[in-house]
């Protein structure tokens, strides 16, 4: 029953900028970590930013400084913004949260977004 839908994939120019944004929805108990990964063509999907509900995150080595996610637990929503994109950011962006949620009792698993497709080239 639960779901997280990404929005806001695009294509950008090299040092622009996207926003992508996450909302999950269900019957949720509480979102412990929430963020985003990335999986470029020939690559392993890699960790680019979590926080958990009291605001601790961790960030990519290689996103640091650039990019900034930030989380409405009330909403159940997770932003990603990506500011001073370089080539290699291109990648399908994928939500990410650990949800627990009630069927029948208390569960906890991994979502996934479907993922959203970020390009950087001029």
């Known amino acids: 029953q639960v779901q997280l839908v990404e929005s806001g994939g695009g294509l950008v120019q090299p040092g622009g900028s996207l926003r992508l944004s996450c909302a999950a929805s269900?019957?949720?108990?509480?979102?412990?970590?929430m963020g985003w990964h990335r999986q470029a063509p020939g690559k392993e999907r890699e960790l680019v930013a979590l926080m958990s509900t009291s605001g601790n995150t961790n960030y990519a080595e290689s996103v640091k400084g650039r990019f900034t996610i930030s989380r409405d637990n009330a909403k159940n929503t997770v932003t990603l913004q990506m500011n001073s994109l370089k080539p290699e950011d291109t990648a399908v962006y994928y939500c990410y949260g650990d949800v627990e949620y009630w069927s029948g009792s208390l569960h906890r698993s991994t979502y996934w977004g479907q993922g959203t497709q970020v390009t950087v080239s001029s």
């Open positions: 269900g019957n949720i108990f509480r979102i412990n970590n």
